[in-house]
């Protein structure tokens, strides 16, 4: 499992999740950051910092933002 970052990062893009990362696993994407699921250790550093409360554990993300889970694999398939 791996923390996914929601709907409330479309466009923030604040960074703090990304440089509290202790693997490196965020990267920044067009509209928002990702994180890869293959790479992340579930420490959820990234969670505690995130300033919009968009950042959720896989199988917490809240209703409606599932579509953000397929999000993330697809921009890490496609990088």
Request: charged content about 30%; overall charge negative; aromatic content about 8%.
């Amino acid at each position: 499992m791996a923390y996914v970052i929601t709907s409330p990062c479309i466009q923030e893009k604040a960074a703090e999740c990304a440089d509290v990362c202790p693997v490196d696993c965020i990267a920044e994407g067009e509209d928002q950051f990702y994180i890869d699921p293959d790479i992340c250790i579930d420490c959820g550093a990234c969670e505690a910092v995130c300033p919009v409360d968009a950042i959720f554990h896989e199988e917490e993300v809240p209703g409606g933002e599932e579509k953000y889970i397929q999000k993330a694999i697809q921009f890490y398939k496609n990088d």
